[in-house]
């Protein structure tokens, strides 16, 4: 009898790791170029790639790409991806957007960076504030330094040392969101590289959904700024509950602590994010990733209010560096592709369509799973799509980490890609860009059919 532990989403661990074996063959096969241009890594990077993370794919070596257009991938083997991770977010508008483009191309012939405003600024604060609702904005590289930056105001504009997460939380590698639960107990993330501090002193973490233990938390006052994403996405996808939202906005006003939502990931909701679609109300605003349509950039926003409070701050303290910003942060390249992008990609038409079709995709997973009697589930966030290895929906982060099936993910995955489909190495995740197509959708429902009823065969 097989036991529990040889269980995972219910397949048997003997079944995932024949598919994965067969699979990683096939995938060499069919990248012998490849195979010999990786070797045993790069030359030269550390860890064999020029940035770590590129080693967390499951596939027995990184994709070598020769080229990608819109929501296609071509690798120097010539085999062509349809490409559902799109960077992780990065390019989830499609990979070069010919208004970004256009705009990349006219900007490089003006200067990279000086460090001083250009014409596309005089537009672009308009842009960010009638999009996203707030009427002031900071521009900085990544969504990490924005989350950064916009937690260090929050504790100099309310004089509070702490901040409050949801367990499960992502936002970057800003440091004092990197604790989690076990056991109901706070404690710093496994695996956190080098971190000397105990970061649950000045960090406290609920469960997402979990109304009466964030009022609990937020009850002393001390806390400076709740850190949310509106839907949990770099965990197995957890939804809010309803009312949820208002019942956060409610206590941190009661308590008097800012609110922080970070859209990065949750702006495949509309041109306005989940913030504006959902009417949430937040004192700080920040969004990275797709942004630039692929150009690295990211914005922090925050209320009148809060910008009053901090401009009072600036002029009584003392002078000097802030510690928010860097040097090659608010460069003219960010601002052409970022108006380019408010301007002409994330359109309400884009959009629409963009939706349209992860209806398309979320209905087309969910028929596969049912018709293989898989224990699985599909969560969405608008362009955004998961496939989950267990039963949903889920309602925080302890139950996503559980959900989490990384040895039958990885499996799916290379059985994917060589059918022609990549979706995001990490949980499952699945984009649609305005360049993607309903032929490519149902490719992807196709070949997700196809692993699905081997792995119950």
Request: proline share 6%; with cysteine.
């Given at each position: ?207 997402f959904n979990d109304i009466p233990a964030l009022q609990r938390a ?185 959900a989490h099936a990384p040895a039958l993910e990885a499996a799916v ?45």
């Amino acid at each position: 009898m097989t036991s529990k532990r040889d269980i995972q989403g219910g397949i048997d661990t003997a079944r995932i790791r024949k598919l994965r074996a067969a699979e990683a063959e096939r995938f060499r096969a069919a990248r012998p170029k490849s195979q010999v241009a990786f070797g045993r890594g790069i030359a030269g990077f550390f860890g064999g790639v020029p940035m770590h993370w590129m080693n967390d794919w499951p596939t027995p070596f990184p994709v070598i790409v020769e080229r990608a257009e819109g929501a296609t991938i071509l690798d120097i083997d010539g085999n062509r991806l349809d490409d559902f991770c799109l960077g992780d977010t990065g390019s989830m508008f499609g990979h070069s957007p010919p208004p970004v483009a256009r705009a990349i191309r006219r900007q490089a012939d003006r200067g990279l960076t000086y460090m001083l405003p250009d014409e596309d600024t005089l537009v672009l604060g308009r842009l960010l504030a009638d999009r996203f609702g707030l009427p002031e904005w900071q521009i900085a590289t990544t969504a990490t330094d924005a989350n950064r930056f916009a937690l260090r105001l929050a504790r100099a504009v309310t004089g509070r040392p702490k901040i409050l997460v949801f367990n499960g939380c992502y936002h970057g590698s800003v440091d004092e969101t990197m604790v989690r639960l076990v056991e109901g107990r706070p404690v710093n993330r496994p695996g956190l590289a080098g971190e000397f501090r105990d970061l649950t002193k000045n960090t406290r973490i609920v469960e997402f959904n979990d109304i009466p233990a964030l009022q609990r938390a937020l009850a002393g006052e001390d806390v400076a700024c709740v850190i949310t994403e509106p839907v949990l996405t770099n965990s197995c996808m957890v939804l809010p509950d309803p009312g949820f939202h208002k019942a956060l906005r409610e206590a941190t006003r009661k308590t008097g602590t800012l609110l922080l939502i970070d859209e990065t990931h949750t702006i495949s909701t509309g041109p306005g994010g989940y913030t504006r679609r959902y009417g949430l109300k937040p004192d700080l605003f920040v969004l990275g990733k797709p942004v630039a349509g692929g150009v690295p950039a990211s914005v922090w926003g925050m209320s009148a209010e809060v910008a009053r409070r901090f401009r009072a701050y600036e002029r009584a303290k003392e002078p000097g560096y802030s510690g928010m910003g860097t040097t090659l942060s608010a460069n003219p390249l960010q601002f052409a592709a970022m108006r380019a992008t408010l301007e002409e990609v994330m359109t309400q038409e884009n959009y629409a369509r963009m939706d349209t079709l992860a209806e398309r995709l979320a209905t087309g997973l969910s028929a596969a799973i049912d018709k293989n009697a898989l224990p699985w589930h599909v969560a969405r966030v608008g362009a955004r799509v998961e496939f989950i290895c267990a039963p949903g929906p889920l309602r925080n982060g302890a139950e996503a980490e559980k959900a989490h099936a990384p040895a039958l993910e990885a499996a799916v995955h290379v059985a994917l890609v060589n059918r022609g489909v990549l979706i995001a190495p990490f949980h499952n995740m699945m984009l649609i860009s305005p360049a993607t197509t309903a032929r490519q959708v149902d490719r992807l429902v196709s070949a997700f059919g196809a692993v699905a009823a081997q792995l119950v065969a």
